[in-house]
Each structure stands twice: as structure tokens, then as C-alpha cells.
């Protein structure tokens, strides 16, 4: 998916230093005023600068070998995608009623025709935009911070994501808790393929992953619903997901992708509430309309049978068309409940084996070496905290310290209960661009060495156990979300 936006970005616009500070000669819209510390234009390179030709990239066509255009969907979805476009749609974005104005309160919906999100990330990633660019966009235009505070920490998330990747250079495919690469994954293939091809038979789940396939980008938070049914109830490894995300997203960021799913499998920075139900869609498709969008042939389908068509009666089905297991495919897994409890006994699993070392501190939190040679302690879910002997900790024990913002955007009730809220605790202030400042005191150190995969039987008996630096101390620990459980 990157490799035709890279295409298509070479054929639209050239990119040189001569263009810089040029804008209001193609037409584009202006930048923002406010930016005191750029000069308003760059001298011009001594060297002449040359536009190539895109077959001299040597960059994949779109074609398959058998000769499907599986870009011609992405090309139709996103247009023209040149500076010009970028810099329309978001003063477009800024400036519309159904836009930011409607971000904070609309932002999980991904049933609106006509959604709040900005659709500016694949802009980002590949240049055409910056992150300055949407910044100063969002402080020209006046807007109260009711409006823009969830927008502009997400922005600064970008910068927390590059902070990671700088100092865990190997986080795109190894844990930044590295006992958790020993935990137990599901390796089933054809179980993961079901998953990347939308064919899961969980409506929101195979909606996401098809608008994926289709177009390239897909709304947050039903890009968590898809991730947390991999990692949480098929118990497939989030390095699996991540290697697809990156492989079908126009906006395939390795920072924001890696911290992402590092969090999905439990073994990032943080262990956010990434437990979403892929039945319970309230929070991204009340309507119904992005399911009956993406998964057609559930269309007909009464909206409250529309997100579990197993629990329609057999004459609705066959009165709307639909013949589970033929028309539309049957749920790989049948118990979410079951398959639930499967991937955190497999986590905890892993956590005995290394429960009585120093990656395991004496309030059962993950213990992590950071490359200046000092540990810390990493924010872990009650779930999985357990004691030095490798018991569960007492249920009765004090859950620490909670966030002192307002509820953060609903997660979605666990789909064996459907009277649990949906909503979370607040996260306070600033607490991810905070942390982000406390932790860049961190010195920058080479820890790009090749590292050996480690057995959960070799951390169980603590034979291959990385070893802490001598009289290292702990650093103030890391948590980038307040939560008590």
C-alpha cells in the first residue's frame, strides 16, 4: 500500500528545496502566520535538482502477477493526494462544522458518512504536510480547547512514538519488556489469514479489515477493535499484526505503528485498555452503517442482529439472503469468553517464569532495562501483577494512584458482559507528553547488537536471564496512563 502512495506522491509533485516557501504560487491555501521561527523562504541548492522517473524507483507497480491493479481501490480512495491537496484539506478540516468542531465528541464513529477524523496521517507520513503545518493550522483558528485538546495529544503522541523507536531501536519486532517474548502465541496460520483477509465471521472486525485491504487507512479505534481481536481473543502475536499494518497502510508509520501494537500485546511502554469487544459496537458503529458499508452481505440484516448475525433467527437470515457459513463465513472462534481467558493465561504464564528475577519488582509490576543501563518499572494491568513466588497479588491491595482527568474515550464493554461500562477513568492532563519530557533526559546508546530469542524454559529456570547493570539504580517509573486496574 505504501509503495503506490510513493508512486503516486513522485507523478504529483516534485519535492526540492527550490519549491520551499512557493506555495501561493501553485494555488495552494496559505500557511499559517504564526510561525516566527521559519524563514519564509530557503536560499536555493548550488547543485541543480533533478526529477526522476518513477520506473527508475524501482517500486512496486500495484500489479500482482497475475495481473490485478490492488492499487487502482487505494488510488480511488484518497484522489489527488499533492501538497496542494494536503494543505486544502486541512484548512478544510480546521475550518468545517462536521470537522475538528466535531472531533472530541465524534471522533470513535466510523459509521458517519462524513467522519470527524482528518484523514491527514497519510499526508504526514509521506511529506506533504507536517506536523507544524497541522499545529499551527489548529492555534490559527481560535478554537476552544474543548475542541482541540484529544487532537492535539494525539499530535504529540507522533513525537512519543519517535521517542521510543530512538531509544527501543529494535521495538518493531521485539518486546520493549523483553520477557515478553517468551509468552505463548497462537501460530495458526490460516487463523491469521482469516483475520488479514476479513473473513473472521465478526462483522466489525472483517469491516475494518477490508476498508484496510480497500483503501489504505482505516479509523482509529476500529483499527483497535482489529488489533485486539488478534493479540486478545486469537492470542496471534501482535508482530504478526504490525508486519501487516505496515504492509497495507498508506500512513504505515514504524514509530506510531510499533508503539501501538506493542501496547496490543501488552509488552510496550504502557499496557493500555486495549480490550475492545468486536460484538459490542456502540462506540463505532451505532448505525450500523460502516459494517452494512464493508460486510455487504450482511446489509440486509435488522441493525440489532447486524454486529452477531449467529444470534439472528434462522427465518430473518434466510429472509434477508444470508447463509452463515456460505454467503458469509462462520466465527473462527465460537467462546470469546474462553478465548479471552486463553490469552491471559498464557501471559501469565510467561510472567511466572521470570516473577521471581528483577524484571518482576515486589508489587508485581514488569521490571524493564533502559539503554542508559538503569531499570524502571512499567505501569502493568492487575491482571497480570504477580509476586515474587509467582502468585497472583492480593485483589484487596490498594490499586495505586488515579488519573484525575475526565473519562477518556470509551473502549467498549467485554463481549461476555454486556452490562459492563464502556467507558474508562481519566487519564489527566498532558500525562503522555509529560512522560515523554521526564524520559528524554534518558542519553541516547548503540543497542542495535544482535540479541538471541529467549525460551520461556530458559527464563523459568534463569540461566539466559539478562543480568542488570551493577549497582544500577531505578529511575522513576514509566507510566504514560493512569489506571487503577
Same mark, same amino acid.
Given at each position: 500500500?505504501?509503495?503506490?502512495?510513493?508512486?503516486?506522491?513522485?507523478?504529483? &509533485?516534485?519535492?526540492?528545496?527550490?519549491?520551499?516557501?512557493?506555495?501561493?504560487?501553485?494555488?495552494?491555501?496559505?500557511?499559517?502566520?504564526?510561525?516566527?521561527?521559519?524563514?519564509?523562504?530557503?536560499?536555493?541548492?548550488?547543485?541543480?535538482?533533478?526529477?526522476?522517473?518513477?520506473?527508475?524507483?524501482?517500486?512496486?507497480?500495484?500489479?500482482?502477477?497475475?495481473?490485478?491493479?490492488?492499487?487502482?481501490?487505494?488510488?480511488?480512495?484518497?484522489?489527488?493526494?499533492?501538497?496542494?491537496?494536503?494543505?486544502?484539506?486541512?484548512?478544510?478540516?480546521? !475550518?468545517?462544522? %462536521?470537522?475538528?468542531?466535531?472531533?472530541?465528541?465524534?471522533?470513535? $464513529?466510523?459509521?458517519?458518512?462524513?467522519?470527524?477524523?482528518? *484523514?491527514?496521517?497519510?499526508?504526514?507520513?509521506?511529506? !506533504?504536510?507536517?506536523?507544524?503545518?497541522?499545529?499551527?493550522?489548529?492555534?490559527?483558528?481560535?478554537?476552544?480547547?474543548?475542541?482541540?485538546?484529544?487532537?492535539?495529544? $494525539?499530535?504529540?503522541?507522533?513525537?512519543?512514538?519517535?521517542?521510543?523507536?530512538?531509544?527501543?531501536?529494535?521495538?518493531? /519486532?521485539?518486546?520493549?519488556?523483553?520477557?515478553?517474548?517468551?509468552? /505463548?502465541?497462537?501460530?495458526?496460520?490460516?487463523?491469521?489469514?482469516?483475520?488479514?483477509?476479513?473473513?473472521?465471521?465478526?462483522?466489525?472486525? %472483517?469491516?475494518?479489515?477490508?476498508?484496510?485491504?480497500?483503501?489504505?487507512?482505516?479509523? !482509529?479505534?476500529?483499527? =483497535?477493535?482489529?488489533?485486539?481481536?488478534?493479540?486478545?481473543?486469537?492470542?496471534?502475536?501482535?508482530?504478526?499484526?504490525?508486519?501487516?499494518?505496515?504492509?497495507?497502510?498508506?500512513?504505515?508509520?514504524?514509530?506510531?505503528?510499533?508503539? =501501538?501494537?506493542?501496547?496490543?500485546? $501488552?509488552?510496550?511502554?504502557?499496557?493500555?485498555?486495549?480490550?475492545?469487544?468486536?460484538?459490542?459496537?456502540?462506540?463505532? %458503529?451505532?448505525?450500523?452503517?460502516?459494517?452494512? &458499508?464493508?460486510?455487504?452481505?450482511?446489509?440486509?440484516?435488522?441493525?440489532?442482529?447486524?454486529?452477531?448475525?449467529?444470534?439472528?433467527?434462522?427465518?430473518?437470515?434466510?429472509?434477508?439472503?444470508?447463509?452463515?457459513?456460505?454467503?458469509?463465513?462462520?466465527?473462527?472462534?465460537?467462546?470469546?469468553?474462553?478465548?479471552?481467558?486463553?490469552? *491471559?493465561?498464557?501471559?501469565?504464564? =510467561? &510472567?511466572?517464569?521470570?516473577?521471581?528475577?528483577?524484571?518482576?519488582?515486589?508489587?508485581?509490576?514488569?521490571?524493564?532495562?533502559?539503554?542508559?543501563?538503569?531499570?524502571?518499572?512499567?505501569?502493568?494491568?492487575?491482571?497480570?501483577?504477580?509476586?515474587?513466588?509467582?502468585?497472583? =497479588?492480593?485483589?484487596?491491595?490498594?490499586?495505586?494512584?488515579?488519573?484525575?482527568?475526565?473519562?477518556?474515550?470509551?473502549?467498549?464493554? !467485554?463481549?461476555?458482559?454486556?452490562?459492563?461500562?464502556?467507558?474508562?477513568?481519566?487519564?489527566? *492532563?498532558?500525562?503522555?507528553?509529560?512522560?515523554?519530557?521526564?524520559?528524554?533526559?534518558?542519553? &541516547?546508546? %548503540?543497542?542495535?547488537?544482535?540479541?538471541?530469542?529467549?525460551?520461556?524454559?530458559?527464563?523459568?529456570?534463569?540461566?539466559?536471564?539478562?543480568?542488570?547493570?551493577?549497582?544500577?539504580?531505578?529511575?522513576?517509573?514509566?507510566?504514560?496512563?493512569?489506571?487503577?486496574?
Amino acid at each position: 500500500m505504501s509503495a503506490v502512495w510513493a508512486a503516486t506522491c513522485s507523478t504529483n &509533485r516534485r519535492r526540492s528545496a527550490l519549491a520551499m516557501g512557493s506555495r501561493a504560487a501553485t494555488g495552494a491555501p496559505s500557511c499559517p502566520s504564526t510561525r516566527p521561527v521559519w524563514p519564509e523562504r530557503l536560499s536555493a541548492p548550488a547543485f541543480a535538482v533533478r526529477s526522476e522517473p518513477i520506473d527508475r524507483l524501482g517500486l512496486d507497480s500495484g500489479v500482482s502477477p497475475g495481473g490485478e491493479d490492488w492499487g487502482a481501490s487505494i488510488r480511488k480512495a484518497w484522489g489527488d493526494i499533492s501538497e496542494t491537496a494536503a494543505l486544502r484539506q486541512l484548512e478544510s478540516y480546521v !475550518q468545517r462544522k %462536521d470537522g475538528l468542531h466535531l472531533y472530541e465528541k465524534q471522533r470513535s $464513529r466510523a459509521d458517519l458518512e462524513r467522519n470527524p477524523n482528518s *484523514k491527514l496521517s497519510a499526508y504526514v507520513r509521506w511529506g !506533504q504536510i507536517s506536523p507544524h503545518d497541522i499545529f499551527w493550522s489548529v492555534q490559527d483558528a481560535g478554537l476552544p480547547r474543548e475542541e482541540t485538546k484529544t487532537f492535539g495529544r $494525539r499530535l504529540f503522541w507522533r513525537d512519543l512514538a519517535y521517542f521510543q523507536l530512538h531509544h527501543f531501536p529494535e521495538m518493531r /519486532r521485539r518486546a520493549i519488556r523483553a520477557h515478553y517474548d517468551a509468552a /505463548r502465541w497462537c501460530t495458526d496460520k490460516a487463523l491469521l489469514r482469516l483475520w488479514q483477509r476479513g473473513r473472521t465471521g465478526y462483522p466489525l472486525v %472483517d469491516a475494518a479489515m477490508r476498508e484496510l485491504r480497500a483503501t489504505g487507512w482505516v479509523q !482509529q479505534n476500529v483499527r =483497535m477493535v482489529a488489533a485486539s481481536f488478534l493479540t486478545e481473543f486469537l492470542n496471534i502475536s501482535w508482530t504478526e499484526g504490525a508486519k501487516w499494518y505496515e504492509d497495507e497502510l498508506v500512513d504505515a508509520d514504524h514509530a506510531i505503528n510499533s508503539m =501501538m501494537w506493542q501496547n496490543a500485546g $501488552r509488552s510496550g511502554i504502557d499496557q493500555w485498555n486495549f480490550l475492545i469487544s468486536p460484538v459490542e459496537a456502540k462506540a463505532q %458503529d451505532p448505525t450500523g452503517a460502516y459494517v452494512r &458499508r464493508w460486510v455487504p452481505e450482511l446489509a440486509g440484516l435488522p441493525s440489532k442482529y447486524l454486529h452477531a448475525p449467529w444470534d439472528c433467527p434462522p427465518n430473518v437470515l434466510a429472509n434477508c439472503g444470508v447463509r452463515l457459513g456460505e454467503s458469509y463465513p462462520n466465527r473462527c472462534i465460537l467462546d470469546l469468553r474462553a478465548a479471552r481467558e486463553e490469552a *491471559k493465561r498464557a501471559t501469565l504464564e =510467561m &510472567r511466572r517464569g521470570i516473577a521471581g528475577t528483577w524484571m518482576n519488582d515486589h508489587n508485581g509490576y514488569d521490571v524493564i532495562a533502559l539503554p542508559d543501563g538503569t531499570t524502571t518499572k512499567v505501569f502493568t494491568k492487575r491482571e497480570y501483577r504477580l509476586a515474587r513466588d509467582g502468585r497472583p =497479588m492480593d485483589p484487596s491491595a490498594p490499586a495505586g494512584r488515579k488519573g484525575g482527568g475526565k473519562g477518556r474515550a470509551a473502549t467498549g464493554a !467485554q463481549p461476555w458482559d454486556s452490562s459492563a461500562p464502556a467507558g474508562g477513568r481519566g487519564g489527566g *492532563k498532558g500525562r503522555a507528553a509529560a512522560a515523554a519530557g521526564r524520559a528524554a533526559k534518558v542519553p &541516547r546508546v %548503540d543497542a542495535s547488537g544482535p540479541q538471541r530469542q529467549t525460551s520461556l524454559a530458559e527464563y523459568a529456570a534463569g540461566a539466559a536471564l539478562p543480568e542488570p547493570p551493577p549497582n544500577a539504580r531505578q529511575r522513576r517509573w514509566v507510566r504514560l496512563r493512569d489506571d487503577d486496574d
